[in-house]
């Protein structure tokens, strides 16, 4: 493998020419700190919005922020609005109006366009660098208009045709474009797209995408005017921020890693007194088992065992469930799931239970002052393992699409709910178990 810093300053040049964005990523994350800004400085601004592009946006917006208003403007200049914008949005306010006005006129309207929609919206992704043809042109002029814009555009694999007042009217493929033969206007050319509006959810955009497979959408407004393209990298980067969302509610951690210890603290704050609060049914619902625990300290010692199996089983079962309801699965396939879950967590809980059964007998010969009794208490351990983890696969599937129905997100309800509904539930059937096969064979 080619060792760049070895390189003379002219060899790395002529080897940053050759890369493309992906890699000339690849080679800057691969460098350290001073490497790092020996090769950014070697970059000229088309290279740089290059790199700057393929980047995360927050270090994206970190080398940004290094850089004075005149150098950030004109590598700004070089890339995609809606790559611009993504890394615009990671900056204080006060550092963007520095260079604002220093970007090309067309630029700094497509920015402005694309930051007046609100996050979730589809507009706030889509690109407005695109070709456009009418339905007068002939293949001839609609060929020289290609050659000239190409350049400037991310994607020239589907044109899009708009009359007169930029009304979408359909697509032309860049494949038919080129068999056509002059004399012929793109009026016999042009065929229907799907397309989304400008205010549709991204997500149901990405999706849309996804289960179609399609790799540019047209993006209209409400009169149906072309205002943008969601292209499939746009796609895959609102996937993306989906599934980090996701696991943040089912978490119930919702915060940005530049926030502040203070408001880091502030912001988990609630959710941890919500849990403590519902950890007080669980602490009560042990005591009306005091005088087995009292008697039995060895049931308090394999509770652990238990507790955390079925709260693994369950986290895996709830995030089959959240990907059904996010893929708006029909009801009949999300029944057939929770079946599915369940005859699954009853197999698994056999062999579990039968192993549990088994280790809970060697610790206890282990460990002799424990119990005169370990076929019983490996027999609790291995039952509650059985059960436990049925009724807690369960809940695990059922929670999240009850959730749903209330109109609530399942995504950010289930988690904290769910780990106090196992908890209990386990602890009510652990202890139970026990309270009953001690109370018959002991």
Known sequence: MLDFKTLSID???LYLETLHGYDLKELYESLDESAQEILFDLLDDTQKADLLSYLDVDEAAQIVETLDAEETADILNEMDPDDAMDIINE??????QEFMDKLEPELKEDILSLRSYEDFETGSIMNT???TLTTDLDVKEAMKKLIAEAPEVETISTLFVVDKHDTFLGIVPLKKLIKAKS???I???YEPARFVLDTDDKEETAT???EEGLNILPV???NHILKGIVTVDDAIDTYEDEMIEDFQKMTALREEHTDSTFFSA?????????LLLLALPIANLALQFEGVLKDYTIIIILQPLILSMIGNAGTQTLTFSLIMIADKEPANVVKRNIFYEVSSAALSGVLLSIISFVVTILFIILNPSLSEDPIIFASIVGLSVLLSLIIGTFFSAIIPVLINKTGLDPASASGPLLTTVIDITTILTYYGIATLMIGVLL
């Open 129 to 131: 660098d695109f070709i």
């Open 183 to 185: 004399p012929c206007d």
């Open 208 to 210: 849309l995408m996804q």
């Open 11 to 13: 060899e790395q040049k």
């Open 266 to 274: 502030l912001k988990r704050l609630p959710w941890l007194v919500v």
């Open 91 to 96: 900056l204080e306010e006060e550092t963007t």
């Open 220 to 222: 209209l407004d409400e």
């Open 187 to 189: 009026e016999s050319l």
